[in-house]
């Protein structure tokens, strides 16, 4: 599988950067208790956090609404989905746990304040390329309706655009049954390459740590805008 980032993006973000784990036998369960308490009280310490100060304080949130804005989308009407996850817990509407790979995905996303995705790989079909999204793109997403994709990244394997840092799409998401997985983590533009295959790494290890397996960590660039996984 070939993972590429569109030349062109690089002329409107020029150092924009995607972080991606490979993970292969992993098993997906009920998240551990440690999980779900930690991802319980890192909520409910960020709505006290929250309380202090604007979303607008917290860098990446304001770099990824920057970006959204870079490409030609409204980040008041499609939000990016880490900023979505602190609105949420602005009004204590804290999220439940589902399983320990959604769990640890939102868990990094509300710890880096970054959108991020993680997809079945045995749902994905053929290449992997990120674009962004014109008039007729979308998909049903895991919020239950359909989302339109125009101006905003996505990613689109050789059947259809499947995820991308708004919300993903039912058609490859996660479940207890998924022993692969593509974990993309939309970074800050303005971390160094070293910075952020250490984020990316840190996010690998944890990962695995809790359900198993191996991980590999990438992260593309302008430098390096492909990869082949094995």
């Not at 784990?21 to 930690?38: A, C, D, F, W």
């Not at 793109?137 to 059947?159: Q, V």
């Amino acid at each position: 599988m070939k993972i590429k980032l569109d030349n062109e993006l690089f002329k409107i973000v020029p150092e924009l950067k995607l972080g991606i784990n490979h993970y292969t036998k992993i098993t997906v369960s009920e998240s551990p208790q440690m999980l779900k308490g930690r991802l319980q009280l890192f909520q409910e310490q960020l709505f006290f956090e929250l309380e202090k100060k604007p979303l607008t304080d917290f860098p990446n949130i304001k770099a990824w609404r920057a970006i959204w804005k870079a490409f030609g989308a409204d980040p008041n009407r499609y939000r990016p989905s880490a900023e979505a996850l602190f609105r949420r817990i602005q009004k204590q509407n804290y999220l439940h746990s589902y399983h320990s790979a959604v769990d640890l995905n939102t868990f990094f996303s509300l710890q880096y304040e970054i959108p991020s995705g993680i997809y079945d790989l045995d749902k994905i079909v053929g290449n992997v390329h990120l674009s962004v999204g014109g008039e007729k793109d979308g998909y049903d997403g895991l919020n239950g309706r359909f989302n339109s994709l125009t101006n905003i990244l996505l990613l689109r394997d050789d059947y259809s655009p499947f995820g991308s840092p708004t919300v993903d799409s039912v058609r490859t998401a996660v479940t207890e049954e998924t022993t692969s997985a593509l974990h993309v983590l939309f970074m800050n533009p303005s971390m160094s390459e070293e910075e952020a295959l250490k984020l990316v790494s840190a996010c690998g290890s944890m990962f695995t740590s809790i359900s198993g397996g191996d991980s590999s960590s990438f992260v593309l660039s302008a430098e390096r805008p492909s990869i082949v996984l094995d």
